[in-house]
Structures are given as structure tokens and as C-alpha cells.
């Protein structure tokens, strides 16, 4: 069965910290996609990074980075040196391949990221 | 490039009746998925669409019904509101929409209050 574990429900820093969201996954597939999403209070969901299942390879993107660990089920996304513009929920999805899935995420339940001045 | 919009933003309707919540794709996608988002359930499925066709769909009751028009624009209507229909309504919308999951680009939402 998909399902995407994000046991942080909220975390809060002081600016300049850094931090680490937890997101940990099940799937039977071989072939998946895992996903990051930022939600500021607008509401719309931002696009982070995509990592396919094949790809283990560690990314950095500025203050951001992220852990994929096949070995683990994990995907942990990091932030360096936090600002309080980080403040959001952030969502961890999964996605697996084949014409079942087409289209669909399977999201974690987000983990509220507060970053105090 | 704009981004998904969603229309109206807001809207405020009552139990019993049917609501319809429309999505604009970015342009040159053709695949959009609708999901919903409620404090207790998270972010959940409704369905997908592409070339005016559905192909996948969630865990919803038939009261949850959409559309996909040529130009890729999508609607979702709700027949039969209930109190539990309150909730964030996020559309996204992808490139290909081939069997390769895309990456889904989301729109700012529709609120739905059902009073």
C-alpha cells in the first residue's frame, strides 16, 4: 500500500537554525516518485524538488537539501540556516508509476515549519 | 508563463446544494488533477483528467463529478453539499500527462465553506 509518513506535525526554530522534516514512505513499486511541497499561507502548494526511485543521488538547491535513502524508505528534506520567509507547511508526496496511478499524489499529513526572528 | 488559476477563490453555499469550482491549466499542459484538503483527512485525491478524459480516480462518493474541456480546462461540481465538503479545493495541472508521473504544478485553490 502508498502511504507517506511525515511524523513531524510541527517544528519551530529561531532564524539562522537549521532544520530537518522527516518524511518516510511505503510502496511496493520499484519505480516511484517522490515529491516536495511548500504551502505558505496563501494556500497553493509550491514545487520543491521531484526525485525519481532510481535516483539517489543527494541534492542541494541554496539553503535547501535533500536525503533520499532507498535503504531507509526516507527522504528528508533539510534547510540551512532558516529565515522566517521558510515559514509554511511542507508536504511530502508520493507518486508511483503505471496507468493506476496516473495523476495522483499521495501526500504526508505536512509538517508546520515556524521560523522565529 | 502564468501559473494554474482556479475560480472563484471563495465560496460560501449551504447544505443541498451543488457547487461547480473551475481550473485553468498552464498553458500547454494537459493533465489535471483535483484534490481536496481538510484539516482531519490532509490532501487527498478527487481525480484526473487528460484529453478530456478520466483517468484515475479517488476514494470520493459519485457527488463528486468533473470535467476536462478540449482547450484542457477543467471543472469539478459537487451535487448535494454537506457540512464535510468544507475544504480547500487544489487543482494541478502537468505537462505530459503521459504514464511517467509529471510533475504537478498547483493552483491557489478554491475555499468551499458549505454553512
Known amino acids: 500500500a502508498q502511504k507517506v509518513t511525515q511524523a513531524q506535525t510541527e517544528i519551530s526554530v529561531v532564524e539562522k537554525e537549521d532544520v530537518t522534516l522527516d518524511c518516510v514512505y511505503e510502496?511496493?513499486?520499484?519505480?516511484?516518485?517522490l515529491f516536495w511541497y511548500k504551502q505558505p499561507p496563501s494556500g497553493e502548494l509550491v514545487f520543491l524538488i521531484r526525485r525519481n526511485s532510481f535516483d539517489e543521488q543527494n541534492e542541494i538547491s541554496g539553503r535547501y537539501s535533500w536525503n533520499f535513502q532507498k535503504s531507509t524508505s526516507s527522504f528528508n528534506f533539510t534547510i540551512t540556516a532558516s529565515q522566517v520567509v521558510d515559514s509554511a507547511v511542507y508536504f511530502c508526496a508520493l507518486s508511483e508509476a503505471g496507468s493506476s496511478n496516473t495523476g495522483k499524489l499521495i501526500f504526508g499529513q505536512g509538517t508546520t515549519l515556524q521560523v522565529k526572528p | 508563463k502564468a501559473g494554474v488559476t482556479q475560480t472563484p477563490r471563495y465560496l460560501i453555499k449551504t447544505r443541498g446544494q451543488q457547487v461547480t469550482l473551475s481550473c485553468s491549466p498552464i498553458?500547454?499542459?494537459?493533465?489535471v488533477s483535483w484534490y481536496q484538503q481538510t484539516p482531519g483527512q490532509g490532501l487527498q485525491f478527487l481525480f484526473e483528467y487528460f484529453s478530456e478524459t478520466q483517468r484515475n480516480k479517488g476514494n470520493f462518493p459519485g457527488r463528486f463529478s468533473g470535467r476536462q474541456f478540449s482547450n484542457s480546462r477543467s471543472e469539478m461540481n459537487v451535487s448535494t453539499l454537506e457540512l464535510g465538503d468544507s475544504a480547500l479545493y487544489l487543482c494541478a495541472s502537468s505537462p505530459l500527462g503521459g504514464l511517467t508521473t509529471d510533475t504537478q504544478y498547483f493552483g491557489p485553490g478554491t475555499r468551499l465553506t458549505v454553512l
Open positions: 510502496t511496493r513499486d520499484t519505480t516511484y516518485y
Open positions: 498553458s500547454g499542459h494537459r493533465s
